[in-house]
């Protein structure tokens, strides 16, 4: 199944498209990824509990690397987007970046 990941900065979109012929990624691979970015990363946790919740990790992750760092590293882009759609189990995934939501 083809995928599509829209990672959205305000008016700026970053769109990946992956292949059919792209092995997918499991769920459990997606998620030690997202992990591991957000940590690297420093993100830090939006809600007062603590909790981390995936879509947090998609919204942190992507607001760490920006527009900019998504559209010049393809690795990490395709990453990414494997990522997003693996973890939320659909074939389309929207990160807003600014408002801080994902949808699909």
Not at 17 to 27: K, V
Not at 73 to 93: K, W
Request: aromatic content about 8%; proline content about 4%.
């Amino acid at each position: 199944m083809r995928s599509t990941v829209c990672i959205a900065f305000g008016q700026d979109e970053v769109v990946v498209h992956l292949p059919a012929s792209d092995p997918a990624w499991s769920m459990e691979d997606a998620r030690r990824w997202l992990d591991e970015q957000y940590v690297a990363n420093e993100c830090v946790p939006t809600r007062a509990s603590g909790k981390v919740l995936t879509t947090d990790k998609l919204v942190g992750v992507a607001k760490a690397y920006g527009r900019l760092g998504l559209e010049k590293d393809e690795a990490l882009r395709l990453a990414y987007a494997h990522a997003a759609s693996a973890a939320v189990s659909r074939p389309f995934v929207r990160v807003d970046v600014d408002a801080g939501t994902v949808s699909y």
